[in-house]
Every structure is written in structure tokens, then in C-alpha cells.
């Protein structure tokens, strides 16, 4: 069987044949290549003595360097002996298919070595051969020179979804290709090799002829039409005058490694984006934590110094100042800290019935400190007094939405709360007659670390928008704005309100 004698010496997977015993009987030249044993040194040896783990996920070299490789195993009885057939595949290099077969003797060497006297081990490894061409988990494709699929695998049969007499003998290798895609690379081939290469089998046969490493990634299309990623080897077959016989095709679905290494570029980009957050986050954390502590340290000076009982309204100014900065503080403290739940998905909506005038009234009340001068915060409900959403993500949002109103506005000013309630949803806003917004950093309002052009001698992270927005989002809702500047802003959320 000169098919499956070319597979057992040019096969990319380990192979072993071990006898009832657990003895090691024949190892194909990419196990001997892998392990860096002669075969003297593995014949008759116990498989324990090279494989090891738990499932026998390592493989011992002879330098002393251990590969995780995957075993599977299958049997088969021949002249009344038990023999197992052990296919090792390399875990950390797996793109690694061609280099055995460059180095295996010819095909028909082999078959007149074993018809010159050795009919029961030919027996043996026909049956050894024809186990690994059952149980190899990679597409292998024989051709003729011309391209005509002569032999092909169980594995294609059912990676591609042809049955194997549809395209032995009439098929082609290019048929599973894009042609575009063949385009493209014969392109790239004629100016890499300075020589003509067409767009079709030629393609994957032009480095094999000229015994060059011929590996490369494909498309490939099943017979539904559906593509496949294809880490493709391709390997010419020579006569003992070196002429070209055929070609051996053999392809790795490669789909899993492709999604792992999308997975490991986002998380690269998610370490990079966090790396420039952390940055960001100390220098912001250093400029916004130096003013308050400078008012506590200087207002905790002051105090010492005064001491008698008219100094009192003195007094009590400095510990009105001392207990702003540290209102200060802790507002900027729970931004980082916010902003690094909502990061790690941590935030849970828990949505419950809530008498909306209520619940928003002790919310203003718990703002109160935030006021300055003769600042007013005038409240207005509409529609039933209860629904139903989350009233912690309700208090971040609207604590925020105040602050930055009252923040932004004179001292003199007057910011305008008003929920409006329906069956459906529940629609909060704070308009405040401040600042304003310049028109073009409204739409940068939302995003982390932003803050507007014209705040530059007003204290704050950037954050609170950018929190609000996404506790907006947890709770399907939208947020909007609209602003002048010099005639203040206003925002309005709108959150569902599903019935409980």
C-alpha cells in the first residue's frame, strides 16, 4: 500500500507502534525527529519512559526539554497480538507539517524493501498506515502531477463535505480555493521566485518543485460553501530520477488558533487601553487631589490660630472649607472607583418598584452640601409616583447630573430637576443656566477623561459623564444633551420602566 507507506514516514503527527506489553515497536520519523532519539534508543522501550502527565501530556526529549503534545490512541489485532497505534500531535508548534516529509525515502524503495522478505511486518505496517490515514485529524490530499486528486483522507471527507469518489480521479486541489485568493498569491509568487506562476495549481506547486518551504495560510470552501482557515503544506513526491510524481497536500483547520489569537489581540488592546486609563488616571488623580488637600492643610493651619471665642465665625468658615475639600475628594475617589466597577462588569442593574418623588427628593437632599452662595435646586414630578428601576444607578446618575449643574452654574443660579413618569419609562432631567457647552465638544461628552474647553478653572476627572452614560446604558436607557454656552445646559435621561 504505497499510499499509506508514504503517510507513516511523511506524517506531521508523532506515531508510535506499541505492542500488549506497553512496548514501543516502530516510531515514524517525526516522533524520532521530535524527541531527538535514534531508534535503537526507543525500540522495545516502555512508552512511559518518553510520555508522561496525567493523560500523557508531555513528551520527553533526549536534551531533557519537555513538549505538551495530545495523544490519541486506536487498536487493531494482528496474528492474535493486541497493537495500539499512538498519534502525538506537537501542541506548541502545530504549523509545523512539512518537515517530516522532506526527509522520508521513496515510496517505492519502501514497497520493494518489504516484498524482498518482510510479508508479516509489511502486514503490520500496511495495518499501521491504514490506521493512520483513518484517524489523522488533518486533511490529506495525494495528487497526480497535473493536479487530479488521487487519494483523499477521511478528514477531508469531512472537513470539506465531499465524499471521496466525487473527486478521486476527477477532482482537483484548486477546487477548494478561492480563485481570487489564487490571484493574489501568484502575483506575489511570480515576483518573490522572478518567474511566472499562474493563478491556479501552479500556485501551490511552484515552491514544492523547487524543493523550497512551502507552507502558507488558505481559505478553504466546503461544499456548502462555507470557508475554513487552512494552514496549508504542500510536498512533491519524486521518482528515483528526481521527477515529480505527485504532490501531497496536507491542510490543519487552524480556525481554533485564529480565534484564540483574536481573543489575545483584544485583550493586548484591553491591556494597552487600561495601561493609558492608569497614566491618565495618576496624572489627573495628582493635579484634582493637590487643591483640596492644599485647603485642608492650610485650613487646619488656620484653625490652630485661632483661640479665643471670637474667633468662632472664623472657625467655623475654615471647617466649612475643610469639609468641601473632602466632599471633594470623596466625589473624585468614587469616579475611579465607579468607572473601574463598570470596567470590570462588575455592576449589576436590580431594577425594583420605587416611588419615584421619594426616592429623587432624598437624593437632592443628600446634594444639599453641594450648593454655593444662594444656589437653588427646584424639583418637579410628573405622572404616577411609582415605577420601576434601579434606584442606586438612579442616585449615581442624578447626583452627578446636579453636581456638574450646580458646578457650572453662578452662585446665584438655579438648577431645575423634573422626573416625568409613564407605563413605559421614566424620564429625568437637570437644567441648570450656567456656562454651557461649546458646540464642539458636545460630542465628546461622554467620553472618558474629557473635559470641556472652556472648564479649564473648574476642579473635576472628566469622568462623571462618561460613568452616567454607562449606568445609562446598563439600564437600556439613552442620554442625551443640549446646551449654549452662557446659557446653560440640560440633560435628559430616559430609562425603561418594565412592569414587575
Known amino acids: 500500500m504505497p ?149 483523499f483522507n477521511p478528514a477531508a471527507v469531512k472537513m470539506l463535505g465531499y465524499p471521496a469518489r466525487e473527486v478521486t480521479d476527477t477532482g482537483s486541489l484548486i477546487q477548494f480555493h478561492d480563485f481570487g485568493e489564487l490571484e493574489d498569491r501568484a502575483a506575489k509568487l511570480s515576483e518573490e521566485l522572478q518567474q511566472v506562476v499562474e493563478p491556479g495549481f501552479d500556485v501551490l506547486t511552484a515552491k514544492a518543485r523547487l524543493n523550497l518551504p512551502n507552507e502558507s495560510e488558505w481559505s478553504y470552501i466546503r461544499k456548502d460553501g462555507t470557508r475554513f482557515p487552512v494552514a496549508l503544506t504542500v510536498s512533491a513526491i519524486r521518482d528515483e530520477s528526481q521527477q515529480v510524481t505527485g504532490y501531497i497536500a496536507i491542510g490543519l483547520d487552524i480556525s481554533a488558533r485564529r480565534k484564540s489569537e483574536a481573543e489575545l489581540r483584544q485583550a493586548l488592546d484591553k491591556e494597552k487601553e487600561l495601561n493609558v486609563l492608569k497614566s491618565r488616571f495618576v496624572s489627573i488623580a495628582s493635579h484634582e487631589f493637590r487643591t483640596p488637600l492644599s485647603t485642608v492643610l492650610s485650613s487646619t493651619y488656620l484653625l490652630e490660630k ?79 409616583a411609582e415605577s420601576t428601576f434601579d434606584g442606586s444607578l438612579l442616585r449615581h446618575i442624578l447626583t452627578n447630573l446636579v453636581s456638574n449643574a450646580l458646578k457650572f452654574s453662578p452662585e446665584e443660579g438655579t438648577v431645575y430637576v423634573r422626573t416625568l413618569a409613564t407605563p413605559y419609562r421614566l424620564t429625568v432631567s437637570v437644567k441648570d443656566c450656567g456656562i454651557g457647552i461649546k458646540p464642539e465638544d458636545q460630542q465628546h461628552l461622554f467620553e472618558r477623561f474629557f473635559r470641556g474647553s472652556n472648564v479649564e478653572n473648574i476642579q473635576g476627572t472628566g469622568l462623571g459623564l462618561h460613568i452616567v452614560a454607562k449606568y445609562t446604558e446598563l439600564m437600556k436607557g439613552q442620554i442625551t444633551c443640549h446646551s449654549e454656552p452662557d446659557k446653560g445646559t440640560e440633560f435628559i435621561v430616559h430609562i425603561p420602566t418594565p412592569k414587575t
Open 306 to 384: 485661632y483661640t479665643t471665642t471670637e474667633d468662632q465665625p472664623k472657625r467655623l468658615a475654615h471647617i466649612r472649607k475643610i469639609a468641601s475639600a473632602v466632599h471633594l475628594l470623596t466625589d473624585i475617589l468614587n469616579d475611579f472607583l465607579s468607572l473601574g466597577k463598570i470596567e470590570e462588569g462588575k455592576i449589576q442593574v436590580r431594577p425594583a418598584l420605587t416611588d419615584t418623588r421619594k426616592h429623587v427628593e432624598k437624593i437632592l437632599a443628600e446634594a444639599e452640601g453641594l450648593k454655593r452662595g444662594k444656589q437653588q435646586v427646584v424639583y418637579h414630578h410628573d405622572g404616577p
Open 3 to 151: 499510499g499509506f507507506e508514504l503517510l507513516f514516514n511523511h506524517a506531521t503527527q508523532g506515531i508510535l507502534l506499541v505492542d500488549g506489553a506497553g512496548l514501543i515497536k516502530a516510531a515514524n520519523p517525526c516522533f524520532l525527529e521530535w524527541s531527538g532519539h535514534t531508534p535503537e534508543e526507543v525500540l522495545n522501550k516502555p512508552t512511559d519512559s518518553l510520555l508522561a502527565g496525567d493523560i500523557r501530556s508531555w513528551l520527553r526529549c533526549k536534551n531533557g526539554q519537555v513538549i505538551p503534545v495530545k495523544v490519541t490512541t486506536t487498536s487493531y489485532l494482528q496474528e492474535d497480538q493486541h497493537y495500539q497505534v499512538c498519534f502525538i500531535t506537537d501542541l506548541s508548534a502545530q504549523q509545523q507539517t512539512a518537515d517530516a516529509l522532506k526527509r522520508a525515502q521513496d515510496a517505492q524503495q519502501l514497497e520493494a524493501h518489504i516484498m524482498a522478505g518482510k510479508e508479516s511486518a509489511y502486514r503490520r505496517v500496511s495495518n499501521f498506515l491504514n490506521s493512520i490515514w483513518t484517524n489523522l485529524d488533518a486533511i490529506l490530499i495525494v495528487t497526480e502531477p497535473m493536479g487530479h486528486i488521487r487519494f
